[in-house]
């Protein structure tokens, strides 16, 4: 007799890790606080803006070993194999991390790609020096959190969260007092003090649960399409060090679309408004989806309807709730006082926030059919369908900005969605096709 999958089950591993995503939202509020009250705000803000996202594309493979460990399951053996990898990973992204703090190269692309000026310089050096700890926080969060998504404890992604909120609220009433740190600085310690917390929460009882995993395969261990080798590792994992650099340079390529539509500056402030208003609510179905899939499409092979259909409920739940406050005053209320936009900018933004309202769903299938090739092994797909996303978002945002320059920033909505259908579409096909 099967093992019958409950969503008294599914609910307790998805609601911690949507709380987690939630609470994850506000560490750049504290962050974007604590720089806002040094002598210069805007500058700092952009240091620390430009500094911090080139820092986080660099160590991004760090955390792309997390879906490898999660598809293995209670396996010593491949995990151990996959650590060794991610070791080499880590080598790598640390030292390109120290080639831009520490030389010329990182000043010539902060300045000619970053758009940061020689004012700046100084106070993104600082921050990458601080943020040379970020790969390695990566690598031990995704390292941990793998175990945890394993052992389905996932209230203790919850409780990490938490915790590394907690410390940056603290770190951010404490540092500045010291009159020792400024700027851009300042925020780096807030963000890499909070990370560094969290890891330390997160690592304890994921330590406490290796331990009892079997050192030989039994019933909890499932068979793998792929050898515990570092070349298998490599194969698996190449992918998606793709993914996360293709998502790197996806922003830049959008935001370069989208200046060249009628007054530029309105187009893109809008399209930032718009998009942080809708990942107020993608948060509850980007990676958690994915994991949630995983989890237990890897136990239950035969109940994949009720994993859909939980995550066809999740949703709709989140379509209505972003079309209910796009068009009611609630809406208003989030983008003014939440987000902290001009009344003029939160009426603009109703239009793309709800042609933006359908990619909750297309996110949801994608990472669906993303579990599906991890669990086969499958994750050169899982690369092709994100540079197929990209290639038909560039496409979309040029022919728009060409086309009908007027149409602001509905032209990025636009874009993002054919993008994501493109990838959605593809990796259903592989899905449902391959062994």
Not at 224 to 235: E, I
Not at 314 to 327: G, H, M, P, R, W
Request: aromatic residues 14%.
């Amino acid at each position: 007799m099967k093992n019958q999958l409950t969503n008294k089950e599914i609910l307790k591993f998805y609601l911690p890790l949507a709380t987690a995503a939630f609470i994850m939202m506000f560490s750049n509020n504290i962050v974007n606080s604590v720089l806002s009250q040094t002598a210069n705000p805007k500058a700092a803000l952009a240091a620390f803006s430009v500094a911090f996202s080139y820092a986080e594309m660099i160590a991004a493979p760090c955390f792309s070993g997390l879906s490898m460990y999660v598809t293995l399951g209670r396996d010593k053996l491949y995990f151990r194999n996959t650590l060794r990898f991610t070791f080499k990973v880590l080598a790598v992204t640390s030292t390109a991390l120290l080639i831009f703090a520490f030389t010329p190269f990182g000043e010539y692309i902060a300045s000619t790609y970053g758009g940061a000026t020689p004012q700046m310089m100084k106070e993104i050096s600082e921050v990458w020096r601080y943020a040379l700890l970020l790969p390695l926080l990566f690598f031990l969060m995704a390292t941990s959190r793998a175990v945890l998504l394993t052992e389905k404890a996932t209230y203790y992604v919850t409780i990490s969260r938490v915790v590394r909120l907690i410390s940056m609220i603290g770190l951010s009433l404490f540092l500045p007092n010291l009159g020792v740190f400024s700027g851009a600085t300042l925020g780096a310690l807030v963000m890499i003090g909070g990370m560094s917390i969290e890891v330390i929460a997160s690592v304890i009882p994921a330590v406490f649960f290796y331990r009892k995993w079997p050192d030989k395969p039994d019933s909890t261990i499932i068979e793998k399409p792929y050898p515990a080798t570092q070349k298998a590792a490599l194969k698996f994992l190449a992918p998606l060090m793709v993914i996360s650099f293709m998502w790197g340079i996806s922003r830049p390529i959008l935001f370069s679309g989208l200046a060249r539509m009628d007054n530029p500056e309105l187009t893109i402030a809008t399209y930032r408004v718009a998009t942080n208003f809708i990942w107020l609510y993608i948060v509850f179905i980007e990676e958690n989806t994915k994991q949630l899939s995983i989890a237990f499409l890897s136990k239950y092979k035969y109940e994949a309807m009720k994993v859909i259909a939980f995550i066809s409920k999740t949703c709709v739940i989140v379509v209505f709730a972003i079309l209910i406050t796009a068009i009611t005053p609630f809406g208003k209320i989030i983008l003014e006082r939440v987000i902290g936009v001009e009344p003029e900018m939160a009426a603009l933004s109703t239009l793309p926030i709800l042609a933006l309202a359908v990619f909750p769903v297309l996110q949801a299938k994608q990472e669906f059919f993303q579990a599906n090739l991890l669990l086969r092994g499958h994750t050169n797909y899982l690369g092709y369908g994100k540079v197929l996303n990209i290639i038909f978002m560039s496409i979309s945002i040029f022919a728009l900005s060409t086309l009908v320059p007027h149409i602001g920033a509905v032209a990025g909505a636009i874009a993002l969605i054919i993008g994501m259908a493109f990838e959605m579409i593809f990796l259903g096909y592989y899905a449902k096709n391959l062994n």
